[in-house]
């Protein structure tokens, strides 16, 4: 019977694994390539719209401004409408964005694009963290949030080459490169959403493709986690404690100082690999790119499995954070392209290692019923600094001249974050869940 029920777990967490994984990673790598292809078409779009340092900056930032506004009530409507219908919404809104952003005329057209992309891609992250919390238990959500999150850094190994060659090969119909990237890279977006609504599945009750044995055990363990997770009674309290909680803040504090290094080095990596070298092409800078993002897509992969296999969250979280610091720091010291892209590949290391545990520590802190806001509270607060980040490079890069002295704003954004986690002492954590019953009882 042991046996059974062993081999009862492991065949049912490999067929959800296997039908739900793959595809949000595939629908995350679109999402990546649609909202950070901006940097590559800024090798060649930049000049042609006039557009300056510190203009590129609000370009790249204006998206987390409506991200943040409208994240929240996204994740609610996700709830209330089902994963399936609004997931597929969600990526047929955001590919008409991009396709149509490769017909703007001027910054103010660029600006209301963007605006408008981080309206329509509102609530994608946070609404698959949570419908993950659907299908898998606790114990292993960092490894299949870090399998999921791998799609960051696979977009960018994509993305970088594929944008790159658009930019300095395809000139049809008299359109810039540039303008043909958004074209061909929004489309994907559009069919995938179509394709979602027949491909998805809302929760484990309505798997057709499990066995009655298979569900009625996946119904049974998850509903155990929800209990063992302190289970709160009202969606209502649950709002309160998400938005007015100051421990779910801290944990929006520490993503809002993580996302500054991570989307200053989404956004610019390509404009800083172009500053290292006055002889490389619009294709070999993708080629350069694409080599941090190998390196953080390996590490942030065994790192979350050795957070789950060790029960333990903030500590892994934090030592990430830490080995960012001094990638970014010394790719800012390297005046050798080669070491600058070699430490650059140990900063993207540490900072994608950091999302499996981080997630999982929040998702462990969050009962089911708070889990839809409090997960996009954290997310939408913390991204916000994809605004900041980008646009203090631009203001730094435009006032100094020098990718260096960027490098190491970034590196100091992330010592900030690993600090706090550090802070967070293991009796903190453990009185996190114990203020979710106090406060809605």
Not at 114 to 120: E, K, Q, V
Not at 175 to 198: H, K, N, Q, S, Y
Not at 282 to 311: C, H, K
Request: charged share 15%; aromatic share 14%.
């Amino acid at each position: 019977m042991v046996n059974d029920a062993v081999s009862l777990e492991k065949q049912t967490v490999r067929k959800v694994t296997m039908r739900i994984v793959p595809f949000i990673i595939l629908l995350y790598i679109i999402a990546f390539i649609d909202r950070a292809n901006l940097g590559y078409a800024a090798l060649d779009m930049n000049d042609a719209l006039g557009l300056t340092s510190q203009m590129f900056g609000i370009a790249s930032g204006v998206f987390f401004i409506s991200y943040f506004l409208f994240e929240v009530p996204s994740n609610i409507m996700l709830e209330r409408v089902g994963a399936r219908k609004w997931i597929a919404r969600i990526l047929i809104t955001w590919g008409i964005v991009v396709v149509l952003t490769g017909f703007v005329e001027n910054a103010i057209h660029l600006y209301i694009l963007r605006f408008l992309l981080g309206a329509f891609e509102a609530g994608f992250f946070p609404g698959i963290i949570l419908y993950l919390t659907y299908w898998f238990r606790a114990k292993e959500r960092a490894k299949t949030i870090a399998m999921f999150m791998t799609a960051i850094a696979v977009s960018y190994i994509i993305g970088a080459p594929v944008s790159t060659w658009i930019l300095d090969n395809i000139n049809w119909l008299g359109l810039d490169g540039w303008r043909w990237m958004f074209i061909l890279e929004g489309i994907p977006a559009v069919i995938l959403g179509i394709l979602t609504l027949f491909y998805l599945t809302d929760s484990p009750e309505q798997a057709k493709w499990l066995t009655n044995d298979e569900k009625n055990w996946l119904i049974a363990e998850l509903k155990k986690d929800r209990e063992a997770n302190a289970e709160a009674n009202s969606n209502h309290h649950g709002f309160k404690y998400a938005l007015t909680n100051p421990r779910v803040w801290y944990l929006a504090v520490i993503y809002f100082t993580f996302n500054i290094g991570l989307y200053g080095i989404g956004f610019w990596l390509p404009q800083i690999i172009k500053s290292l070298s006055d002889v490389l092409s619009n294709t070999q800078i993708g080629l350069l790119t694409m080599i941090p993002y190998i390196f953080g897509a390996i590490a942030m992969n065994i790192w979350s499995r050795r957070s789950d296999r060790l029960g333990e969250r903030r500590i892994h979280a934090a030592i990430a954070l830490i080995v960012g610091c001094v990638g970014l720091f010394g790719s800012g010291m390297m005046s050798s392209p080669f070491l600058s892209i070699l430490m650059m590949s140990v900063a993207v290391a540490g900072m994608y290692s950091f999302y499996g545990p981080f997630w999982s520590l929040a998702t462990q802190f969050l009962s089911s019923s708070v889990a839809a806001v409090g997960i996009a509270a954290i997310n939408s607060i913390g991204n916000l600094s994809g605004f900041a980040g980008p646009y203090a490079i631009g203001m730094i890069q435009d006032a100094t001249g020098s990718v260096n002295v960027a490098l190491f704003f970034l590196s100091a954004s992330l010592l900030i974050p690993s600090i706090l986690l550090f802070a967070m002492r293991k009796e903190h954590a453990g009185q996190l869940s114990r203020d979710i019953n106090v406060d809605q009882n």
